[in-house]
């Protein structure tokens, strides 16, 4: 009985093997047959990829033939927060009973007009918000809303183009606050000339090696201008399909002195639907002269940022 079992064992061995390999070779075939359909695939799908974009390129050609000089660009962005808080007996803090209320908003007008030898781009910024913090339990304390960031920044820049990409430009730039008597105390104004770089068409680089810093002030303190290079970058990219993010640096770099040289970086992100969403907005700064006349004993960098709804309205 052990034999025969052994006998019919290697029997369906046997059979098994020529099954195996016919199987194997129809897959093989199977398999070269579906590569060589994919490689045929592929290469029309480049081929039609090559014939849209060639037709896209046509499309935006004959499109900006059509589109009449200047070309104006406008809108607004901004971003408002608001954060209420109230405490009653909470017996955890040293203060049980406080209320607060945080204010804040921030937004940004652009107006652009290009012409076919030239180029005019603006903006301004405003950013404000104010604090009030109350303890009711101290009769004594300040109730009354507070600054908490005061910030106004406009700026005006003219190109020649000299190629589709580089420009003689000239550009004139004003920083100040506006709350609390510091309009123009201090004030900060950029006039100077040299070249604009727009390598994209939403990244504008300008490089102006001859610029004079005036800065205004009523102030104690001996604020200086002076002359040195400016360098301005602003960029605005889709990161998704909601989400959008805006970077403007303006840095000058004074002839006569570290001291007397300053940056602004301000940064926007915003998630919007039907232009309206949650938006983020965060400022940096470095200015050697304001901590000088704050009498700080190091130069602090300087930082804001307000959270909470945006809005986006634009037209072209």
Same mark, same amino acid.
């Given at each position: 009985?052990?034999?025969?079992? /052994? *006998? *019919?064992?290697?029997? @369906?061995?046997?059979?098994?093997?020529?099954?195996?390999?016919? /199987?194997?070779?129809?897959?093989?075939?199977?398999?070269?047959?579906?590569?060589?359909? @994919?490689?045929?695939?592929?290469?029309?799908?480049?081929?039609?990829?090559?014939?849209?974009?060639?037709?896209?390129?046509?499309?935006?050609?004959?499109?900006?033939? #059509?589109?009449?000089?200047?070309?104006?660009?406008?809108?607004?962005?901004?971003?408002?927060?608001?954060?209420?808080?109230? *405490?009653?007996?909470?017996?955890?803090?040293?203060?049980?009973? /406080?209320?607060?209320?945080?204010?804040?908003?921030? $937004?940004?007008?652009?107006?652009?007009?290009?012409?076919?030898?030239?180029? +005019?781009?603006?903006?301004?910024?405003?950013?404000?918000? +104010? #604090?009030?913090?109350? &303890?009711?339990?101290?009769?004594?304390?300040?109730?009354?809303?507070?600054?908490?960031?005061?910030?106004? &920044?406009?700026?005006? !820049?003219?190109?020649?183009?000299?190629?589709?990409?580089?420009?003689?430009?000239? @550009? %004139?730039?004003?920083?100040?606050?506006?709350?609390?008597?510091?309009?123009? &105390?201090?004030?900060? #104004?950029?006039?100077?000339?040299?070249? $604009?770089?727009?390598?994209?068409?939403? !990244?504008?680089?300008?490089?102006?090696?001859?610029?004079? =810093?005036?800065?205004?002030?009523?102030?104690?303190?001996?604020?200086?201008?002076? !002359?040195?290079?400016?360098?301005?970058?602003?960029?605005?990219?889709?990161?998704?399909?909601?989400?959008?993010?805006?970077?403007?640096?303006?840095?000058?770099?004074?002839?006569?002195?570290?001291?007397?040289? =300053?940056? $602004?970086?301000?940064?926007? *992100?915003?998630?919007?639907?039907? %232009?309206?969403?949650?938006?983020?907005?965060? %400022?940096?700064? &470095?200015?050697?002269?304001?901590? @000088?006349?704050?009498?700080?004993?190091?130069?602090?960098?300087?930082?804001?940022?307000?959270?909470?709804?945006?809005?986006?309205?634009?037209?072209?």
């Amino acid at each position: 009985m052990k034999g025969l079992c /052994t *006998f *019919f064992a290697i029997v @369906l061995l046997v059979a098994w093997q020529p099954i195996a390999a016919q /199987t194997t070779e129809e897959l093989q075939a199977m398999k070269d047959e579906k590569a060589a359909e @994919l490689a045929t695939l592929k290469g029309e799908l480049e081929e039609l990829t090559g014939k849209v974009d060639a037709l896209k390129s046509e499309v935006a050609g004959l499109t900006d033939q #059509l589109t009449p000089y200047p070309r104006w660009d406008t809108g607004l962005l901004g971003n408002v927060g608001l954060n209420f808080s109230t *405490f009653n007996d909470w017996l955890l803090r040293d203060q049980p009973n /406080t209320s607060a209320v945080n204010i804040g908003f921030s $937004t940004t007008g652009i107006a652009n007009a290009d012409f076919e030898k030239a180029f +005019w781009r603006n903006s301004l910024n405003l950013t404000l918000g +104010w #604090l009030k913090f109350d &303890n009711r339990d101290n009769p004594d304390d300040n109730s009354d809303f507070q600054v908490s960031a005061d910030a106004f &920044n406009i700026t005006s !820049l003219y190109g020649y183009k000299l190629s589709s990409k580089i420009a003689i430009s000239t @550009l %004139g730039e004003y920083r100040t606050s506006i709350l609390d008597g510091r309009f123009n &105390n201090p004030g900060y #104004l950029d006039i100077g000339v040299g070249a $604009t770089w727009t390598p994209i068409k939403d !990244l504008v680089v300008v490089v102006h090696p001859l610029n004079y =810093n005036f800065v205004f002030s009523d102030a104690e303190f001996d604020y200086q201008s002076s !002359l040195g290079a400016k360098v301005v970058a602003d960029y605005t990219r889709q990161l998704t399909k909601s989400i959008a993010w805006k970077s403007n640096l303006s840095a000058f770099a004074s002839y006569e002195g570290s001291d007397l040289s =300053n940056w $602004t970086w301000i940064n926007g *992100f915003s998630t919007a639907v039907k %232009g309206i969403g949650i938006g983020l907005d965060l %400022g940096l700064r &470095n200015n050697k002269q304001e901590a @000088l006349a704050a009498e700080k004993t190091d130069n602090p960098l300087q930082t804001y940022w307000i959270l909470g709804l945006s809005y986006a309205i634009s037209s072209k």
